[in-house]
């Protein structure tokens, strides 16, 4: 009795891919705890892709998003440095800044970061729009990843700030293990028919939620 008992509790607490298509991950409020755990079976990297909408009001530093190893806790991280208005890429623990980015409060944004092993290069694309690419770090991302959305990982699965946390909504994040085409990226923004991530898709993702985080319908604005 006891062992189906542990197997009935395993069973439902089993993730499973759920298509997340026209819904959105609301993070209501600030936390150091609160966040969404995304299940990927990649261990090594020699290119990245990550594409994801977001919408906040936050007015301070936030992450976007969060992928760490147990060498680097920054091993892929997309995040927000409001005081000197810059997009970072943080890729090995190595970052690049990048001040081209319109990115306001109160409405939504698509970010799209890509990156390559061999060339150790970066670009960042703001709402369709492309940064230089630069080097940052050449070597693949190996080993077991964690990713999550709504926290930085200052740590490996934790060491979480409430001050670098996401407040808003997300949606549509997907990640590739290639670098993606200039066209592919515009087929993103323009939320056209395009290649849905191999790494992480939407409308396949396998998560886990921790504290109060929201599961809802998109919000589309009626003209």
Request: aromatic share 10%; hydrophobic share 35%.
């Amino acid at each position: 009795m006891v062992c189906l008992l542990v197997l009935l509790m395993l069973a439902s607490s089993a993730a499973s891919p759920q298509d997340l298509s026209g819904k959105m991950f609301t993070f209501p409020q600030q936390t150091n705890t609160a966040r969404v755990t995304l299940t990927t079976s990649t261990v090594s990297f020699n290119a990245a892709t990550v594409c994801h909408r977001s919408f906040t009001d936050l007015k301070r530093d936030h992450i976007l998003f969060s992928m760490s190893t147990r060498t680097n806790s920054n091993a892929f991280l997309i995040f927000w440095d409001s005081t000197n208005k810059e997009m970072e890429l943080h890729i090995r623990d190595s970052k690049k800044e990048y001040g081209g980015c319109d990115y306001k409060p109160g409405m939504w944004h698509s970010i799209c970061s890509t990156w390559d092993s061999v060339t150790g290069l970066v670009q960042v694309w703001c709402d369709g729009r492309p940064s230089s690419r630069t080097f940052i770090t050449s070597g693949p991302i190996s080993g077991s990843t964690i990713t999550i959305l709504g926290q930085e990982q200052d740590s490996h699965g934790g060491g979480f700030d409430l001050k670098q946390s996401f407040v808003g909504m997300m949606s549509d994040v997907h990640m590739w293990d290639y670098t993606l085409s200039a066209c592919e990226i515009q087929k993103y923004v323009d939320e056209l028919n395009f290649t849905p991530g191999n790494v992480l898709n939407w409308s396949a993702l396998d998560f886990q939620i921790t504290g109060r985080v929201l599961t809802e319908n998109k919000q589309i604005t009626c003209h």
